[in-house]
C-alpha cells in the first residue's frame, strides 16, 4: 500500500508543496523510530548579523540591518497565511503538515556524513524536515562551502521502496519542495551521520533521515545549505534525537556576539519556569494570559491572546521572526503605555514606508537606562522579561522604535500574535515534546555554551 506525504511549506512569504512518495517495506518503520542515543549534542547558531554569517557585509550600516530584520520578519508572518487554518486531515493514509522557512534567520552549522562535511542549515521550529542540497545538483548554488556529496561518504544510505537498495538506484523515496516564486529543492529521503562539533571533539548521531536535495534552483543565492526542522513531527531532526531541545539566544544585534547556540537530546537545558505548549500548523503555540509593564499589569481582556475554535488567533513562538508581532486589540494596550511613558520625554519619528514603527529620537543604551521592562506572562507561570535590549531596536544612530509590531500590519485573516526572537533574546528556550512543555531561563548564554 502506497503512504504518501504531503508537505506544504513556506519561504519568506512564498506557499511551497512538498510531496514524499514512498511504499510500504520494513524500511518506512525507520521514518518514525529513533535509532540516535539521546546525548547532548550542539551547534553554535550564527545570526545574520554575525561576522561568522557567510552574507556578512562589513559596509552595511545598522541602519542596513535593521530594515533587513524589519523585511525579514514581515516577510515571515505573511507566510503564515498559506499555512494557518489549513487543517491535518488524514485519508488512505494521507497527512497535510505546514511548515515555513526563512533565508535569512539563524544558522545552525552541523557537519554531515564519513568524512564530515559542514553545513549551513536554517533553524526552524516550524518546519519537519532536515535537508540539505547534494551533489549532483543542478543549479545548487556553491556557497556557502561545501556542497554534500553522497557517494563519497561510506555512511550514506538511502531509504528504498524495495531491496536491493542502492545509491543511484530508481526506487528511492523522492521528496519535492515548490515554491510560490518558481523556487524548488527536489531529491532523496536517506540516513546519514551528522557530527555536531563541540571544543574537545565531535559527537556524532548515526542513521538520521533527512532529505539529500538533488536539484535547487532560485533567483537568489540563499545563503545556506539546508533546512533544520524542529517541529514536533516524527522526520524532525529533535524527535530523532531524544524529543528535547533548547536553544539559547545571545545578542542578535552586534555582529560579534557569538555564543548562541542549539542543544538536542537528553543535554538539553529544561531549566526555568514553563508553559504547555500546543501544535496547529506545525506550530508551537502556546498560552499569553496578560501583559505588564514594571510592577504595572495592563488591562488587556482575558480572551484576548486565544486561539479561536476556527483556528485564528493564538500565539506562536517562533524561530524565524526578529520582531514580535501582537494581535491589535493586544498591542494597542501595550502601545498607550509604552507612549504614556515616553512622549513627554522623546520627539516622535515617523517613517513614511513603516508608519505603524513606533520610534523616538534617543539612544536606547544612554536614555533608556531604568525604564521599566516589558513581560509576557505565559500559563502556569512562565514569564519573558523584555529589557529595553529586548524591547526597542536602535533604528538610526539617534533614533529607537520599538521592536513590538501589531498583526495588522500584514494582512492575515487568521492574525496570530507572534513572539520572535527579540523577545527571546537573553533567554535559553527549551522544548519538551515528550511532556509537551516549553521552559524559559533567563541566562547569559555564554555561562551554557562551553
Not at 321 to 332: A, M, P, R
Request: glycine share 8%; proline share 5%; aromatic share 12%.
Amino acid at each position: 500500500m502506497a503512504l504518501d506525504l504531503f508537505l506544504a511549506f513556506s519561504m519568506c512569504c512564498l506557499s511551497t508543496f512538498v510531496m514524499i512518495n514512498t511504499n510500504a517495506n520494513p524500511q518506512v518503520s525507520s521514518l518514525s523510530v529513533s535509532t540516535a542515543k539521546p546525548h547532548r549534542f550542539v551547534s553554535k547558531l550564527i545570526h545574520p548579523h554575525s561576522v561568522h554569517h557567510p552574507f556578512y557585509d562589513p559596509n552595511e550600516t545598522k541602519e542596513d540591518r535593521i530594515e533587513h530584520d524589519i523585511k525579514r520578519s514581515l516577510a515571515r508572518v505573511a507566510s503564515l497565511q498559506s499555512r494557518i487554518g489549513g487543517s491535518l486531515a488524514s485519508h488512505d493514509q494521507q497527512a497535510s503538515l505546514y511548515a515555513s522557512a526563512s533565508h535569512s534567520t539563524m544558522l545552525a552549522n552541523i557537519s554531515i556524513g564519513h568524512p564530515p562535511v559542514p553545513q549551513l542549515l536554517v533553524m526552524d521550529t516550524g518546519s519537519p524536515l532536515l535537508w540539505i542540497m547534494c551533489v549532483p545538483c543542478s543549479n545548487c548554488a556553491q556557497y556557502p562551502g561545501q556542497i554534500f556529496n553522497p557517494s563519497l561518504s561510506s555512511t550514506y544510505s538511502p531509504l528504498c521502496n524495495s531491496a536491493p537498495c542502492h545509491y543511484n538506484s530508481s526506487n528511492q523515496f523522492q521528496f519535492n519542495i515548490t515554491y510560490a516564486d518558481r523556487t524548488f529543492t527536489s531529491g532523496t529521503l536517506a540516513l546519514e551521520q551528522l557530527v555536531f562539533e563541540t571544543p574537545n571533539e565531535g559527537i556524532e548521531v548515526f542513521k538520521v533521515v533527512f532529505g539529500c536535495g538533488h536539484n535547487f534552483w532560485s533567483n537568489r543565492e540563499p545563503g545556506y545549505n539546508g533546512i533544520l526542522g524542529l517541529n514536533n513531527y516524527n522526520l524532525a531532526l529533535a524527535s530523532q534525537t531524544g524529543k528535547k531541545f533548547s536553544y539559547c539566544i545571545d545578542s542578535i544585534t552586534g555582529s560579534n556576539f557569538d555564543h548562541s547556540h542549539l542543544i538536542f537530546g537528553e543535554g538539553a537545558y529544561l531549566e526555568g519556569y514553563s508553559t504547555p505548549f500546543e501544535v496547529f500548523d506545525d506550530m508551537y503555540y502556546i498560552t499569553m494570559e496578560g501583559i505588564s509593564v514594571g510592577e504595572k499589569s495592563i488591562n488587556v481582556a482575558p480572551k484576548t491572546f486565544e486561539r479561536k475554535p476556527d483556528g485564528t488567533g493564538g500565539v506562536i513562538i517562533d524561530s524565524g521572526s526578529t520582531f514580535s508581532f501582537l494581535v491589535y486589540e493586544g498591542y494597542k494596550v501595550l502601545l498607550r503605555e509604552i507612549r504614556s511613558l515616553l512622549d513627554g520625554s522623546f520627539g516622535g519619528v515617523r517613517y513614511a514606508g513603516e508608519p505603524w514603527l513606533l520610534c523616538y529620537l534617543g539612544t536606547v543604551s544612554r536614555d533608556l537606562v531604568g525604564f521599566p521592562v516589558v513581560t509576557f506572562h505565559f500559563a502556569e507561570g512562565a514569564d519573558l522579561v523584555l529589557d529595553t535590549e529586548s524591547l526597542f531596536i536602535q533604528r538610526k544612530n539617534d533614533t529607537f522604535c520599538m521592536a513590538v509590531a501589531p498583526i495588522n500590519v500584514v494582512d492575515l485573516r487568521s492574525k496570530p500574535s507572534i513572539i520572535g526572537l527579540l523577545a527571546q533574546q537573553s533567554y535559553n528556550i527549551g522544548y519538551d515534546l515528550n511532556d509537551k512543555d516549553i521552559y524559559f531561563q533567563r541566562i547569559d548564554c555564554e555561562l551554557l555554551s562551553g
